[in-house]
């Protein structure tokens, strides 16, 4: 799962085991400067606000190029940052733009891919899929006998596909309308997903302003049967840290593996759940 800081309309950084992979800029993390893929959901300022500081840091410290992954309109932006950054520091941050578009495939660190996909919010804004691509039998000759396998494999018959496995996944900020925009996060084995609100009086006015709901995401989660782990990032500054608590005791108590970025807000939930 990820580590790091998201709070709504503040800051969002996620960073992927080993460091090496982090999701959106907002934070003012080492951890954006030391990894080598920066991978950018959207334009708004939580999540890319501190672009110009870790280009700079970087650049300063004389480490080579970081991959920079999103859509055309944000490697845009940043250039211009860069541009208008020259009026004041005279650094020449060098970054390694790549243009990415949903349903699309990078090489990752370590070996692994990155597949984008589309996500729903307010602004174009693109999610990230961490994971493999692995060989396995083709559907049509699973439960066939060794011996007839072989003799097909003898007689040049392709038995294996490709397929890609999902680890880990950020939709960015969403809502809930992205299972049916993106299917396939569904069979990730840990979706971080936004969860702004948890007020009742937050219900209504979570979509239009492209976020989610708790109650709308749990809903969507048991409607598709979803059996991985969820994590659940983008709280508002205005959901208190027993409703935080709450929240993960209802998603869990609904058979749903789920943890958040705080370690103390999970084994709280955890706990109160345990008790007689
Ligand atoms: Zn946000
Ligand atoms: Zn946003």
Not at 43 to 48: F, L, N, R, T, Y
Not at 189 to 209: F, H, M, S, V
Request: glycine share 8%.
């Amino acid at each position: 799962m990820f580590t790091g800081v998201s709070v709504a309309g503040t800051m969002t950084s996620l960073i992927a085991p080993g460091g090496r992979l982090v999701v959106d800029v907002g934070a003012q993390l080492e951890d954006c400067v030391q990894a080598d893929f920066l991978c950018l959901t959207h334009g708004h300022v939580d999540h890319i606000g501190m672009i110009e500081w870790v280009l700079n840091a970087r650049a300063m410290r004389k480490m080579p190029p970081q991959k920079i992954l999103a859509e055309a309109p944000v490697l845009e932006h940043i250039q211009d940052l860069i541009k208008l950054r020259q009026r004041f520091d005279r650094w020449l941050p060098g970054f390694v733009p790549v243009e990415v578009t949903p349903g699309m495939e990078v090489d990752g660190p370590s070996g692994k891919k990155i597949r984008v996909f589309r996500s729903t919010h307010v602004t174009p804004t693109v999610g990230f899929i961490v994971g493999d691509r692995r060989k396995k039998l083709k559907a049509e000759f699973v439960g066939l006998p060794e011996k007839q396998l072989a003799k097909l494999g003898r007689s040049g018959v392709q038995l294996q596909e490709s397929v890609f496995v999902g680890e880990l996944a950020y939709t960015g900020d969403t809502t809930e309308d992205i299972f049916a925009e993106s299917p396939e996060i569904a069979s990730v084995q840990t979706l971080a997903i936004e969860c702004t609100y948890t007020q009742p009086d937050k219900l209504e006015k979570a979509k239009p302003r492209g976020h989610m709901h708790a109650d709308q995401l749990l809903s969507k989660l048991k409607e598709i049967n979803f059996s991985n782990r969820v994590q659940l990032v983008h709280f508002s500054v205005s959901v208190k840290t027993e409703d935080r608590i709450a929240t993960v005791q209802k998603f869990l108590s609904e058979g749903i593996n789920t943890v958040t970025l705080d370690s103390a807000i999970d084994q709280a939930a955890q706990a109160g759940l345990s008790k007689p």
